[in-house]
């Protein structure tokens, strides 16, 4: 069985500065992850993903994780954060070699105060 | 529409009825997953398609729940003798083919069963 966890539903950010929404992860073999993020009224969007390679992973709008493989854990990070980074984050995984089958966790709540 | 549309955006029914949630993915991607989303959760898997043959449809949660693409496109979910329990958002997205690619995710469409 494959899982994943985001242990704040809540995160509070000064505007400029740094961010991190944290999740680990479940899964048998190497694991497929991914950050979604979720505004009001929108569909779910990618923001970025970790198939293999490099362990710090850059995506959309400034944001990148890195993978820590001993930790399980697979840490959302932006160095400067804006107002219009306020939205729900969803962290999900899979695995490798065919398995389609995405595990989202409960996603995290990130508001960027002004 | 360049994106994944969902019909309808909301669906109010009452207990025991037929209900069905169509989605339209992005033309010319073959792989399409249906998702449920309850408030304060994360999306689960419902199925995927390949094309016009059902995946994995191991997410499903009983066999009221169907669903169906038959020219590999649009894909019509199916749900039978609706319960409350089945109040969500359902989302669906697509993408190119299957493997590590990103998904596309519509709005979704709110089924509130009465």
């Known amino acids: 069985a494959q899982s994943v966890a985001q242990p704040e539903d809540q995160v509070n950010v000064a505007e400029g500065n740094p961010l991190t929404v944290k999740c680990t992860y479940s899964?048998?073999?190497?694991?497929?992850l991914f950050w979604y993020v979720q505004y009001p009224n929108r569909g779910l969007q990618f923001l970025l993903k970790y198939i293999t390679g490099d362990n710090l992973v850059k995506g959309s709008y400034g944001f990148e994780a890195e993978f820590n493989k001993s930790q399980t854990s697979f840490h959302l990070k932006k160095p400067s954060a804006l107002v219009s980074d306020s939205a729900l984050y969803f962290c999900?995984?899979?695995?490798?070699?065919?398995?389609?089958?995405?595990?989202f966790g409960t996603g995290t709540r990130l508001t960027i105060i002004p | 529409g360049a994106g994944v549309s969902q019909t309808p955006s909301n669906k109010v029914t009452e207990k025991g009825k037929y209900v069905e949630l169509r989605c339209d993915p992005i033309s010319g991607h073959t792989a399409l997953y249906w998702y449920r989303q309850s408030l304060g959760q994360g999306p689960e898997f419902l199925i995927y398609f390949q094309g016009t043959g059902a995946a994995d449809d191991s997410g499903l949660p009983n066999d009221r729940f169907f669903a169906v693409r038959p020219e590999g496109s649009v894909s019509t979910l199916k749900i039978q003798r609706t319960e409350r329990g089945d109040s969500a958002m359902y989302l669906c997205?697509?993408?190119?083919?299957?493997?590590?690619?990103?998904?596309?995710f519509g709005e979704g469409s709110r089924l509130t069963v009465l």
């Open positions: 899964v048998s073999g190497n694991p497929y």
């Open positions: 999900a995984v899979s695995r490798p070699f065919g398995n389609e089958k995405l595990t």
């Open positions: 997205a697509s993408k190119l083919t299957t493997g590590t690619g990103e998904l596309f």
